[in-house]
């Protein structure tokens, strides 16, 4: 097995795309959000990939934002120029209460072309 080609960054790294996702998510702003990714993007969050901003606005206005939760970035890694990975604790008042997901971003053109959310 070769070794994996990610390296462990500051998180301060992170390309700005990047953080103002984040940050945006955090916040609940769903126009933020939305600025940071291709108009063709997609988001796999639970298994369920939603396509374009219409499908991501409704994703991010629902599901995503139907617990309450603080959000602390565990770590950041990046893969090459154009993936990144930034893990993240969730505590909030959803099942099970604490979570750690991996966000896995795709970028391209300055922005979000695809992004994972997974445990």
Same mark, same amino acid.
Request: net charge negative; charged share 25%.
């Given at each position: 097995?070769?070794?994996?080609?990610? +390296?462990?960054?500051?998180? *301060?790294? !992170?390309?700005?795309?990047?953080? @103002? #996702?984040?940050?945006?998510?955090? $916040? +609940?702003?769903?126009?933020? $959000? =939305?600025?940071?990714?291709?108009?063709?993007?997609?988001?796999?969050?639970?298994? @369920?990939?939603? +396509?374009?901003? *219409?499908?991501?606005?409704?994703? !991010?206005?629902? $599901? *995503?934002?139907? #617990?309450? #939760?603080?959000?602390? %970035?565990?770590?950041?890694? @990046?893969?090459?120029?154009?993936?990144?990975?930034?893990?993240?604790? =969730?505590?909030?008042?959803?099942?099970?209460? %604490? %979570?750690?997901? +991996?966000? @896995?971003?795709?970028?391209?053109?300055? =922005?979000?072309?695809? !992004? %994972?959310?997974?445990?």
């Amino acid at each position: 097995m070769g070794a994996d080609p990610s +390296r462990s960054i500051d998180p *301060a790294e !992170l390309p700005t795309t990047i953080s @103002r #996702y984040l940050t945006a998510h955090t $916040a +609940r702003d769903t126009a933020a $959000a =939305l600025a940071t990714l291709a108009p063709d993007a997609t988001v796999t969050d639970e298994g @369920r990939t939603h +396509r374009g901003h *219409a499908e991501i606005e409704q994703w !991010l206005t629902g $599901a *995503a934002g139907a #617990y309450t #939760y603080t959000t602390e %970035v565990l770590g950041a890694q @990046r893969t090459d120029t154009d993936h990144w990975t930034v893990t993240q604790r =969730l505590e909030g008042d959803f099942p099970g209460g %604490v %979570v750690d997901l +991996r966000f @896995r971003f795709s970028l391209g053109g300055g =922005l979000i072309e695809r !992004l %994972v959310i997974e445990v």
